[in-house]
């Protein structure tokens, strides 16, 4: 406020100046004019023929010195005048030279500042908020720049796109704020394992890439050193990356063909990770078959039943995948448990229950010992909580147990009612989801039941089910889940 305030008093002091300048001009002038009016006035009566007026003739003489008393006042005025107009003059030079300096120098600080928040702003649209790494658009300029300005026979440009595994199943399980932290840890990783060898990019949610001048004998040392900034694990999680790179020119010889061919190449490393998951577990489920009979079923049945659930509520491909997995290990910690508990005709004592309760913390031991599987381990580990904090291992409640916990929990129950147990018969359909929608609020979620029954309408809409899909409406009296 302040330095507006005296500019406008600047301002018009520099009009006062202005004017008073004018006024004393004008006043000068007008003491000038009248000196002159005067003398003109005393010259014509001299020359007029009043020489027989005597009176007229001495008062005649006596105007020459009142004039000179006059004309001498009147030219002390003009000359205060005059020095009035000079330093008013000066004053209003001044004060206009002031303001002039000001919005003068205001204007550069002005523009200073424009060029400081242009440079922000830039750096901003170039760069990851989270991380601080440079974005998709600063990926897309260096990319550019580098194959423009790329010598013959120097060092090919090594271009690395990367993409967590695991990363998805962690933010469920522990939140978006853990996730963002997570990725601003493995991205400071990532930068400061490439510092001085390549530059570094966040494109995507747990996408990464790298550019980097680089020989081929060193591309290898390179990229294991990417992997591994951007792997970590701890106490019920493991994120990895699937990676894939392209050198250029001469596997690609334009920005947007290197990032399509990484792109490609980074799947297809995920895919065969996934392959190699794909093997391990059948050899788990093939433990737990040897262990006891009908489990491999049971498990693909909760399995495929989940992923149609898990479709039902809009998960992604890869989400719902994971969770089929994860259902069809999610008993894989019964392998452990005594058969004297597994095979009991009756009902389990208290006794009995403790040890039951401790397959899912083993099932999630088992299938992080597997970094394949390790995505999985949270949802098997909480596959037996209540929606409404009664289940086990950890009491979990309403959203903190993982979606597809929440899901594998009312589809094994589904499965275990209307399949046939040593205890009893399959039950209906229809008592089945009678009974889950009792239990719906207190031991299960009433989003995933209902999706369980939209997905049940889905299927008896159909005349015919999926080949392989028929265990989705089993009749038979009604029993109870384990």
């Known amino acids: 406020m302040l330095p507006p305030l005296a500019v406008l008093m600047l301002t018009a002091g520099a009009i006062f100046g202005v004017t008073l300048l004018i006024q004393r001009a004008d006043a000068s002038r007008r003491a000038q004019l009248r000196a002159q009016s005067l003398s003109l006035t005393i010259r014509d009566l001299e020359a007029e023929p009043f020489g027989a007026d005597p009176a007229f003739l001495h008062d005649l003489q006596r105007v020459p010195s009142v004039f000179g008393q006059l004309t001498r006042a009147d030219a002390a005025a003009a000359q205060r005048a005059r020095r009035q107009a000079e330093a008013g003059t000066v004053v209003a030079m001044l004060l206009l030279l002031v303001v002039f300096g000001y919005f003068y120098f205001r204007s550069q600080r002005l523009t200073r500042e424009n060029e400081e928040l242009l440079g922000l702003s830039r750096e901003e649209a170039s760069t990851d908020v989270l991380t601080g790494l440079g974005n998709r658009r600063a990926l897309i300029d260096e990319l550019s720049s580098s194959v423009a300005r790329q010598a013959p026979g120097g060092h090919e ?61 060193s591309a290898e040392a390179l990229l294991d050193s990417a992997l591994t900034a951007l792997s970590d694990r701890g106490k019920g999680w493991d994120v990895g990356c699937s990676q894939g790179a392209v050198w250029v020119p001469s596997e690609a010889a334009s920005p947007t063909e290197a990032l399509q061919l990484a792109d490609v190449r980074m799947y297809a490393n995920k895919a065969s990770r996934s392959s190699t998951g794909r093997q391990i577990t059948d050899v788990l489920l093939q433990v737990l078959t040897e262990r006891e009979q009908g489990m491999d079923t049971h498990g693909g049945h909760v399995a495929d039943l989940s992923a149609e659930v898990a479709k039902t509520l809009r998960q992604s491909d890869p989400e719902v995948q994971s969770i089929r997995l994860a259902a069809m290990l999610h008993d894989i910690g019964k392998t452990a448990i005594p058969d004297s508990i597994l095979n009991k005709p009756g009902l389990l004592d208290e006794q009995d229950w403790q040890f039951m309760r401790r397959h899912t913390l083993i099932g999630e031991r088992i299938v992080l010992a597997a970094p394949a599987l390790a995505a999985t381990a949270p949802m098997v580990r909480s596959s037996h909580e209540s929606f409404d904090g009664s289940g086990y291992p950890d009491a979990l409640k309403g959203d903190q147990i993982p979606l597809g916990s929440r899901i594998i929990a009312v589809c094994d129950a589904f499965d275990a009612m209307t399949s046939d147990r040593s205890y009893r018969s399959a039950g209906t359909t229809e008592r089945a989801i009678a009974e889950l929608r009792r239990c719906s609020g207190s031991q299960f979620d009433p989003r995933v039941v209902g999706a369980l029954c939209g997905a049940l309408m889905s299927s008896r809409s159909a005349n015919a089910m999926p080949p392989g899909e028929e265990h989705l409406v089993p009749a038979g009296p009604v029993g109870s889940a384990d």
């Open 157 to 217: 440009l090594l271009v690395a796109m990367f993409d967590l595994d695991g990363f998805k199943p962690y933010n469920d399980s522990f939140g978006h704020a853990a996730g963002d932290a997570l990725l601003t840890r493995l991205g400071g990783r990532l930068s400061t394992a490439l510092v001085g060898r390549g530059t570094t990019y966040r494109i995507g949610g747990d996408e990464f890439c790298m550019l980097a001048w680089s020989a081929p004998d």
